[in-house]
């Protein structure tokens, strides 16, 4: 049989060799091989966003993609973004807001959050931009679409909203 | 899912001609392969051969086939000359996906068909042969147009409806050769073989699409889904048109969701050109467009609703 590429992960900073079957995806990779049990598997098909997390700067569903196409990326889980003893401050807003009921979606939801108010920051557009040329809006509907890739079997979106806004507007006042 | 061998490519060599299934952003591919509705022997790995930049050529844009749906729909030139491929792209999937999925991929995206997905009821597009269970099933999701008695999937994608509108083109590279591929040619109609979703030949790699001069003129794309977000279209409209004063002077259109293919007629196009935009005018064209519609059932209301989203798009267009 042919050697197999390995793939070495960086995972939160920490390197990591991967040489396993091919087959297992990130998701499963991070949750059994590393511990990192933060990342949630909703539906391992794509369609819930509880497996967010952030590679090379860029939120992706970990169930879809494989741990061995990983090689040399920088990989940042929910583990990597804050710790009880020090929270980010998206997670802080989440606990002061009630961003949450049941938690399965949160870590998910807070790396995907993360990840998309860069995006604002960098002028990406969305669905609900009315021009896609002009920089878009800090505004309600554009948060909601852009995180329509997490959902939330509790219903918490009002409370999860509320804590995006005003971790953006802490992150604003803060630069 | 069923265990392949696994390979990186180098280089673009590496991958024209390989008997292997490519996976680049593999949304698509490693869903359909955790249903083992696809079941390949061997992957190659594409993602690091490149292929990854928005080059300008003359006022068009070459835009490689490796890079992501994201990047595509930011680009500040697409942005502003060809905003119905950033609002098609925008109104596909969620974030999380279309930062993996790239431009090549996205083309090459699987029907939703439930029963083609399902692994196991009759469907001749997975497995030749076998029937049709949509036909007589629930098909609410299902082609109006250029469907045959062997499979009435749809085409599901926005971004390739986008670019058929834009007359787009798509550049391969096999072992014959490189080759430019009209994207209104580049999917196929089922006929008797929907096993094929489109014109690729064993061993040909997509390496980018290119946008011809942008033409100006306004660009809409309507998507009509279940819900506001997150979900594949039941109809969609793409367009793009350039008024003269009062008249309409140029018109492109496409179609999502309602055929095995983003669907286009020209004669619906040649039709506005001209004219005034009204009301009646706008039910000249679906008129047009639809005179061989025929629904199966549950989706007999597409046949409706892409007269009323067309009619939507072109009074936004035109300001009508």
């Known amino acids: 049989m042919a050697q197999r590429p390995a793939a070495r992960l960086s995972v939160n900073g920490q390197s990591h060799e991967y040489h396993g079957d091919p087959r297992r995806s990130l998701l499963d990779v991070l949750r059994l091989d590393l511990g990192l049990t933060g990342t949630k598997k909703g539906c391992d098909h794509g369609q819930c966003g509880a497996c967010t997390v952030i590679v090379n700067g860029r939120r992706i569903n970990s169930c879809l993609t494989l741990a061995v196409m990983h090689d040399e990326d920088e990989i940042t889980t929910i583990e990597g973004i804050g710790t009880p003893d020090a929270l980010s401050t998206l997670q802080a807003a989440f606990v002061a807001h009630d961003g949450f009921q049941c938690g399965y979606c949160t870590p998910g939801q807070i790396c995907s959050a993360t990840a998309m108010i860069e995006e604002i920051r960098q002028g990406w557009p969305s669905a609900v931009t009315a021009d896609p040329a002009d920089k878009p809006a800090v505004a309600e509907a554009e948060i909601r679409e852009r995180m329509s890739g997490n959902l939330c079997r509790c219903g918490a979106y009002d409370n999860i909203l509320a804590a995006i806004r005003d971790a953006m507007a802490q992150t604003e006042a803060a630069r | ?320």
């Open chain 2, 1 to 320: 899912m069923k265990a392949f061998e696994y390979d990186r490519a180098g280089d673009l060599a590496q991958a024209v001609g390989s008997p292997a299934m490519l996976i680049a952003g593999g949304t698509n591919l490693l869903d359909l392969m955790k249903l083992e509705v696809a079941t390949p022997d061997a992957l190659l790995d594409i993602t690091r051969v490149g292929l990854n930049e928005i080059t300008s050529e003359g006022a068009g844009l070459r835009i490689g086939a490796l890079v992501s749906n994201s990047d595509c729909a930011a680009h500040p030139r697409i942005r502003a000359d060809w905003p119905l491929l950033s609002r098609a792209i925008l109104a596909g999937a969620s974030p999380q996906l279309r930062n993996k999925a790239t431009m090549g991929g996205n083309l090459c995206q699987r029907t939703r068909c439930g029963y083609f997905m399902d692994g196991r009821s009759p469907c001749n597009k997975r497995e030749p042969g076998t029937g049709c269970a949509a036909q007589g099933g629930v098909n609410r999701n299902h082609a109006i147009l250029g469907a045959s008695d062997a499979c009435i999937a749809t085409y599901p994608g926005d971004m390739a409806v986008a670019l058929s509108a834009l007359r787009a083109t798509v550049e391969t590279e096999g072992p014959d050769g490189i080759r430019e591929i009209a994207m209104r040619d580049f999917h196929r109609l089922p006929g008797d073989d929907p096993s094929r979703d489109n014109v690729l030949k064993p061993g040909e790699v997509i390496t980018a699409i290119r946008l011809p001069a942008p033409i100006g003129g306004r660009h809409l794309y309507r998507k009509v889904r279940d819900r506001a977000s997150y979900a594949f279209a039941l109809v969609s409209v793409a367009a793009s048109i350039r008024m003269d004063g009062d008249r309409i002077d140029a018109a492109q259109l496409a179609f999502g969701s309602i055929a095995h293919k983003p669907w286009t007629d020209e004669r619906v196009e040649k039709l506005l050109v001209g004219e005034r935009p009204t009301p009646a005018l706008f039910g000249k064209a679906a008129d047009l467009l639809l005179e061989d519609a025929r629904g199966q059932g549950h989706n007999d209301f597409k046949i409706t609703l892409v007269r009323r989203a067309l009619a939507a798009v072109l009074a936004e267009a035109t300001g009508e």
